[in-house]
């Protein structure tokens, strides 16, 4: 009689960390653009750089030629407001699920419910190669604890998201990560998971993982004195002066450095594209009024507004647009960009 996975169907070997990693190579170019960004980011999450982060980008990406099509865009445009925006781009290549659903890139990179996922890892590792060499940064959120060793080398801000923000499997994983991380308020707007989750990934923890050859090890980390809040709405709203202010008041009551960032996108916009201008003119007056502990943005932002059905052939879908959350267009992307811009070059 079988006592063991009883309801697995089949297990495909996968490709280790170190083999994806010499298949696609960092270079001293992509190197550069990760590690510059991770100071950068650090020194803005103390406020040595008085510029505000800013991750743009696609709520996931599904389409290769797109996602290198947004990132040249970016690219252009990261130069013009550089002064006053640090831009990375977000490249989200998995998706966390309330119930069901394409999962991202890495799980079904076919969008045929084909779960290639050997595959999935390779296209996500290639396109973050291409971005980086770029010389544009790299967001994305981490879901499953095992794909940090394929992707952190290309990665230069991470975040753990609303629906596993309460895991300790993810706790301790941002304990150990190489770059910046941000920890979302739960799905409900509750800050009391992220602010614990805030103090665990800050600490040593000692868990269980893979290491770059694909060996399951214990895995005992320093802490990660770069993790910081991030407001992306629950049940209501929580981008408005009221709940950052009282957002900042509990980090200070932890003894935690007073900075967060905000979601534009989410529940801060009721998951409605056009809804993120709003948030965003809100936040940003704020930052004119003063308020340096905001500091940073999130657009989810597309070439096309909008999203649409996943329909599992990506030659049919309509070109640059979401198959997951709704996101801004890019024309709007830049108005906002500039607007603001000129807004906080009259204040400087």
Same mark, same amino acid.
């Given at each position: 009689?079988?006592?063991?996975?009883?309801?697995?169907?089949?297990?495909?070997?996968?490709?280790?960390?170190?083999?994806?990693?010499?298949?696609?190579?960092?270079?001293?170019?992509?190197?550069?653009?990760?590690?510059?960004?991770?100071?950068?980011?650090?020194?803005?999450?103390?406020?040595?750089?008085? /510029?505000?982060?800013?991750?743009?980008?696609?709520?996931?990406?599904?389409?290769?030629?797109?996602?290198?099509?947004?990132?040249? /865009?970016?690219?252009?445009?990261?130069?013009?407001?550089?002064?006053?925006?640090?831009?990375?781009?977000?490249?989200?290549?998995?998706?966390?699920?309330?119930?069901?659903?394409?999962?991202?890139?890495?799980?079904?990179?076919?969008?045929?419910?084909?779960?290639?996922?050997?595959?999935?890892?390779?296209?996500?590792?290639?396109?973050?190669?291409?971005?980086?060499?770029?010389?544009?940064?790299?967001?994305?959120?981490?879901?499953?604890?095992?794909?940090?060793?394929?992707?952190?080398?290309?990665?230069?801000?991470?975040?753990?998201?609303?629906?596993?923000?309460?895991?300790?499997?993810?706790?301790?994983?941002?304990?150990?990560?190489?770059?910046?991380?941000?920890?979302?308020?739960?799905?409900?707007?509750?800050?009391?998971?992220?602010?614990?989750?805030?103090?665990?990934?800050?600490?040593?923890?000692?868990?269980?993982?893979?290491?770059?050859?694909?060996?399951?090890?214990?895995?005992?980390?320093?802490?990660?004195?770069?993790?910081?809040?991030?407001?992306?709405?629950?049940?209501?709203?929580?981008?408005?002066?009221?709940?950052?202010?009282?957002?900042?008041?509990?980090?200070?009551?932890?003894?935690?450095?007073?900075?967060?960032?905000?979601?534009?996108?989410?529940?801060?916009?009721?998951?409605?594209?056009?809804?993120?201008?709003?948030?965003?003119?809100?936040?940003?007056?704020? /930052?004119?009024?003063?308020?340096?502990? =905001? =500091?940073?943005?999130?657009?989810?932002?597309?070439?096309?507004?909008?999203?649409?059905?996943?329909?599992?052939?990506?030659?049919?879908?309509?070109?640059?647009?979401?198959?997951?959350?709704?996101?801004?267009?890019?024309?709007?992307?830049?108005?906002?960009?500039?607007?603001?811009?000129?807004?906080?070059?009259?204040?400087?």
């Amino acid at each position: 009689m079988k006592i063991n996975n009883v309801r697995v169907r089949n297990m495909v070997p996968l490709i280790t960390p170190k083999e994806l990693q010499q298949e696609f190579q960092n270079t001293d170019k992509t190197n550069k653009t990760v590690l510059t960004a991770r100071k950068t980011i650090q020194n803005i999450l103390e406020k040595k750089d008085k /510029r505000i982060l800013l991750v743009a980008g696609p709520c996931s990406i599904h389409d290769k030629i797109a996602a290198i099509d947004y990132a040249t /865009r970016l690219r252009n445009l990261k130069e013009k407001v550089a002064d006053t925006f640090y831009i990375i781009m977000r490249t989200y290549m998995e998706k966390p699920r309330t119930s069901i659903g394409w999962k991202g890139l890495i799980n079904d990179p076919f969008l045929d419910d084909s779960h290639n996922i050997v595959e999935g890892l390779r296209m996500a590792r290639h396109i973050l190669l291409q971005i980086n060499e770029m010389g544009i940064p790299t967001a994305t959120e981490f879901v499953d604890p095992i794909t940090p060793q394929y992707l952190s080398t290309l990665t230069s801000w991470a975040a753990i998201g609303a629906r596993t923000i309460e895991s300790q499997t993810h706790r301790e994983m941002a304990s150990g990560l190489s770059m910046p991380i941000g920890l979302k308020n739960s799905t409900d707007g509750a800050l009391t998971a992220a602010l614990n989750a805030l103090k665990a990934a800050k600490s040593p923890q000692a868990f269980l993982g893979i290491d770059e050859n694909g060996h399951t090890s214990i895995v005992n980390t320093i802490g990660n004195p770069w993790v910081h809040l991030v407001l992306r709405g629950g049940i209501r709203p929580n981008y408005d002066k009221v709940s950052i202010d009282q957002a900042l008041f509990e980090l200070r009551r932890m003894s935690q450095p007073e900075v967060v960032m905000v979601d534009c996108s989410h529940n801060n916009s009721m998951k409605k594209h056009r809804w993120q201008s709003h948030v965003w003119r809100n936040v940003i007056e704020q /930052r004119i009024d003063g308020n340096d502990s =905001i =500091i940073g943005l999130m657009l989810e932002s597309n070439i096309n507004e909008g999203n649409q059905k996943n329909t599992g052939q990506l030659e049919k879908l309509e070109y640059g647009v979401s198959i997951t959350d709704e996101c801004i267009s890019w024309e709007t992307t830049e108005e906002l960009i500039f607007e603001s811009y000129n807004a906080l070059k009259e204040v400087r």
